[in-house]
């Protein structure tokens, strides 16, 4: 080994992140259009949805289609296992001519804020653990699995404002 290399047990551990699947908003999408083309009260409009990465643009003729619209787009994200804490759906722009656009925007990682308010909660929780933010996760690390899936219970009953997942399970 390398001077100044030194073995280390490696602990178990494992990340607390906030993480969308691309594909199945994607898929939401594509059905949110199917359903907007065979609608009855919207045939003959100007209603559109369009995806650009994780932001989705609606335009509709007027505040009641814009209305109709975000609630079919939301049901499809829904329904597709999509949490709708990963979804910032924004006020819709009305122009003066009574046109609507709006922008549904699809959240990922874990903002700083939220980020201590996890770490806090574990540190709170008394758990044999120790949890550091690394950019938009929370690394949580243990003497052993067990203590770990004492915190993902924990974390997963409490409402935090963001959908958690864990990912890296490490032993």
Do not use: C
Not at 158 to 170: G, I, M
């Amino acid at each position: 080994p390398p001077p100044g290399f030194r073995y280390t047990a490696s602990m178990p551990s494992f990340d607390i992140v906030s993480k969308v699947n691309s594909m199945e908003v994607e898929n939401a999408v594509s059905q949110a259009k199917k359903e907007l083309v065979n609608r009855f009260d919207f045939k003959g409009s100007k209603a559109e949805i369009t995806q650009e990465k994780l932001e989705i643009k609606l335009v509709a003729p007027d505040a009641y289609k814009m209305k109709t619209l975000v609630e079919i787009v939301m049901g499809k994200l829904a329904k597709r296992g999509i949490s709708l804490k990963s979804v910032d759906a924004g006020e819709p722009d009305l122009s003066p001519l009574g046109h609507a656009r709006q922008s549904v925007k699809i959240k990922e990682g874990i903002e700083a804020a939220v980020a201590k308010q996890i770490t806090g909660f574990i540190r709170d929780g008394k758990f044999k653990v120790t949890s550091s933010i690394n950019g938009d996760e929370v690394r949580v690390t243990g003497k052993s699995r067990d203590h770990l899936q004492a915190v993902i219970a924990a974390v997963e009953a409490k409402d935090f404002p963001v959908a958690l997942s864990f990912t890296n399970f490490r032993d």
